[in-house]
């Protein structure tokens, strides 16, 4: 028979499914069976036993109360749910076993709290299909909600790797099938609510329409936001104010291996931010600029129009350094207002927390005085501030500014502010100074020198006198307690004053916390004005940290043009030159237009043909977010997405090879790529056999660059030399990196130029890279042996002459006349012979 806890652990345990119980017992949170065995070895805890009645003994573990923002984030790393169960009802009053109940539900896409980084979202996403694909997601902390639909699971696929929900949420027909969900390194949870929409239309009244017209995307949201309402039971969201819709056509489309490859806010190497673009262009002040630059990263514009207006605001913080200081020391003062939002919609807002937003709201009429004199469009950035003046006043009076010194003795209410709470302070503070009196007057009266009157939340007040000093005890002291060196007594006088005092204390502490929470209300009705000052000031934030990096690493404001053209004059690498120093990047030319849009690169490893693909796909898309661009001069027009194809590696897991990953890529591409599209390929078919691979790199050279409806800007890095024959074709022109011969080594110079290159210097670069001397020289003969077959020779004229003459226009040699008037059948076969030897030399002459 389990003990009546234990009944009720198991009781609301049954409620919470899968999630892990925090139970709590006086001053810690305790977890009992297999939550406690699952939980003890990730917490780093030992793992104990409780008795459960009948003999029986169950695993337990737990951990301090205080301390659990500190082990939280180890079970959610790892992926798991967590139910926080409070006693919710006052253990001195309960009769029986202390009322519990869930008050949070914590899953990796539902922190709310400090546990995450200021600068990156944290979106909890669900996907549902409904004859269309349907993607929800939404940051608890911030509010954002947004809902987006397609028709395409590609174009689902790259929206998810844009979004990286921390927790994506899956019906379970999806979960059964074959679809790559695990890559987006989230927990995938399965739903099973994917039916209706009345709660989220409760909610959003005002958008009915929006989700009639998305029923995916309606779906996915509806089971989302069911499963945010359970995450903390009895609350709503109030700062999730609007459900937005995602609109492709107005940004740039980037699949998952392009964000990868070109690593915009997480390297290859180490999965952080070094290395990143991300961490080169990110001087913003504020956690709400940087996330919102992030997400420009992640969406640049397509209307040439936007990217304009963005362009002129960074420019004008660009143009005027000291107006650009000012302005970055304001935003310094700044608090993350949107997650703060976050907070006070839950009722987890501090005291701190309102007194930090009392003084962001000194900054918009600051900043507003600066930005005044300035031309539009950064004049009319920020309009919000002015309508909150008066919240503004009333914060700064009633909360006592103390509070942000972290002292726990520190009052909530500023003195002066309420007349009853001053009444009660002093009322403590003399019951404090009257206790003091007394014990000096009890020394004096008793002659105990070593008397002293203390506290303790058992036997309230007491005055305690060693075992010394027991005959000289008054006759009016009643004992207490007894110690080992020691008696305590009280006395009716310290009775009655020690109930006037506690009363006050216990008075004035409730009666603070209710002005706190009223003032903390006044700020939830303000929540939409302080969402939009917070979405303007990250705005300001993020143009002013475009512009200090535009002058910091000399970026020029780009051209934006509209003749489908990409011309970088002395363009640079932003993140490898940042790594390099300035002086050390050699910069390089690029020119892309529809008359020449697909360039073959040539030139050995290492030289830096990956570095300077990468550079210009870079340098297209910060002129695309609104951003300055490394380069003497750059004019570019929008594309609609960049692909990258550079590098590759097996994919173990789902039982493909380098070579099947590289060919997915491809294929990818090449569904989705338009005219107005910006290619980058590096080293197609180098995973396969070596004419395998040439036939398939060549057939996609030609497929880019002779394609009636497609021909887009493309970047094409190979060290199949056979394919610069297709670069003299219409369409198409060589460039090679150049590299200067010392002897048997090479100097890299990183130059790209006009032309081919002759060879790839692959021993060369073995033998920098330190491979042994003796394999070297085995490999120089076998090179020299391969170079003078005849039948590679043969095979390699063989496919040139092939595709020279797909492309040739048919026309007719004057010989071929002269041949087919041959009188054959009354030529010897010496006449023969010799007619042939004279036809060669004659062809030989023509050649000439």
Not at 260 to 271: A, D, F, H, W
Not at 384 to 403: S, V
Request: net charge negative.
């Amino acid at each position: 028979m389990s003990t009546p806890m234990m009944q009720q652990y198991q009781e609301i345990k049954a409620r919470v499914g899968d999630a892990i119980l925090f139970f709590r017992l006086g001053d810690f949170y305790e977890m009992f069976g297999a939550d406690a065995e699952l939980a003890a070895p990730i917490l780093e805890i030992a793992l104990t036993g409780r008795e459960a009645g009948e003999a029986r003994r169950i695993p337990m573990c737990g951990v301090p109360y205080h301390s659990v923002e500190h082990y939280l984030p180890k079970l959610i790393a790892a992926g798991h749910k967590v139910a926080i169960c409070e006693q919710v009802e006052d253990p001195r009053l309960a009769k029986g076993i202390v009322k519990r109940e869930i008050v949070r539900l914590v899953s990796p896409g539902t922190l709310t709290d400090g546990l995450l980084s200021g600068q990156d979202n944290n979106f909890l996403a669900g996907v549902w299909h409904d004859g269309a694909w349907g993607l929800a997601f939404l940051d608890m902390t911030t509010g954002e909600f947004t809902i987006f639909e397609t028709e395409s699971f590609d174009i689902l696929q790259a929206e998810l790797a844009h979004v990286r929900p921390a927790e994506l949420l899956l019906p379970k027909e999806l979960l059964k099938q074959a679809k790559p969900w695990q890559p987006y390194y989230c927990t995938v949870r399965e739903r099973r609510d994917y039916v209706g929409t009345e709660d989220l239309r409760e909610h959003f009244a005002g958008q009915a329409a929006l989700l009639e017209e998305h029923p995916a995307a309606a779906g996915a949201a509806a089971a989302l936001w069911r499963y945010v309402l359970a995450s903390v039971p009895g609350t709503t969201p109030s700062h999730v104010l609007e459900i937005k819709l995602y609109n492709q056509d107005r940004w740039m489309v980037l699949d998952s291996w392009t964000r990868r490859n070109l690593e915009l806010s997480e390297s290859l190497r180490g999965k952080g931010k070094k290395g990143t673009l991300f961490s080169v262009l990110d001087l913003t002040k504020t956690a709400a600029g940087g996330r919102l630059l992030k997400r420009w990263l992640e969406q640049p514009l397509l209307s040439v129009a936007e990217i304009e207006t963005r362009l002129a605001a960074v420019e004008g913080l660009y143009r005027d350094e000291f107006l650009r200081s000012d302005v970055q020391k304001l935003l310094d003062e700044v608090y993350d207002l949107e997650r703060l939002m976050g907070k006070v919609s839950y009722g987890s807002a501090q005291a701190r927390d309102l007194l930090a937003l009392a003084q962001t709201l000194n900054v918009p009429p600051l900043l507003r005085a600066l930005l005044a004199p300035q031309a539009e469009p950064l004049a009319n950035y920020l309009r919000r501030g002015d309508d909150l003046a008066l919240l503004k006043e009333k914060l700064t009076d009633a909360l006592n500014p103390d509070i942000l010194s972290g002292s726990a003795q520190t009052s909530l209410i500023r003195a002066g502010y309420s007349a009853e709470v001053d009444e009660l302070r002093a009322v403590v503070s003399g019951g404090r100074d009257w206790i003091a009196a007394l014990e000096t007057s009890e020394k004096e009266r008793t002659g105990i020198r070593s008397l002293k009157i203390g506290y303790n939340k058992v036997f309230g007040y007491y005055i305690e006198v060693t075992h010394a000093n027991a005959g000289l005890v008054p006759a009016d002291y009643q004992r207490k307690q007894t110690l080992a060196n020691a008696e305590r007594f009280v006395t009716p006088e310290l009775k009655e004053y020690e109930q006037k005092i506690l009363t006050a204390e216990t008075r004035l502490g409730q009666l603070e916390y209710d002005i706190f929470a009223a003032l903390r209300e006044e700020v939830r009705s303000h929540t939409e004005e302080i969402l939009q000052l917070a979405q303007e000031l990250a705005q300001i934030d993020v143009f002013a940290g475009l512009a200090e990096a535009a002058v910091r690493y000399n970026y020029v404001r780009p051209e934006i043009s509209a003749a489908k053209e990409i011309r970088i004059s002395e363009g640079r690498h932003p993140v490898v030159e940042q790594m390099l120093g300035t002086q050390a990047f050699v910069p390089n030319d690029t020119s892309l237009t529809p008359e020449k849009h697909l360039g073959i690169i040539t030139g050995p490893n290492m030289a830096g043909k990956s570095t300077y693909m990468r550079q210009v796909a870079l340098i297209v898309l910060m002129a695309q977010i609104g951003s300055f661009v490394p380069a003497q001069k750059a004019k570019i027009s929008p594309v609609d997405r960049i692909f990258t194809r550079v590098g590759a590696a097996d994919d173990l897991a789902a039982g493909q090879s380098t070579f099947m990953v590289e060919m997915q890529e491809v294929a990818y591409i090449l569904r989705h790529a338009t005219s107005a599209s910006l290619i980058i390929l590096d080293e197609v078919g180098r995973g396969t056999a070596t004419f395998d691979g040439l036939s398939i790199a060549w057939a996609l050279v030609e497929h880019l660059q002779r394609h009636p409806a497609l021909k887009p800007k493309t970047l094409f890095a190979t060290h199949y030399h056979e394919l610069t024959q297709l670069g003299e074709l219409p369409g198409s022109f060589n460039l090679h990196v150049s590299v200067k011969e010392k002897g048997e080594d090479i100097v890299f110079l990183h130059k790209i130029l006009p032309g081919k290159a002759d060879r790839s210097y692959g021993i060369q670069v073995a033998r920098l890279a330190g491979v042994p001397a003796e394999l070297l020289q085995r490999a120089k003969v076998l090179l020299r042996t391969l170079e003078e077959s005849s039948q590679q020779e043969t095979l390699m004229e063989e496919a040139a002459v092939t595709q020279l003459a797909l492309f040739a226009e048919p026309e007719t040699h004057p010989l071929l006349d002269e041949i087919g008037a041959l009188p054959l059948e009354d030529m010897s076969p010496r006449q023969a012979l010799e007619y042939l030897f004279d036809l060669r030399t004659r062809l030989k002459a023509t050649d000439a």
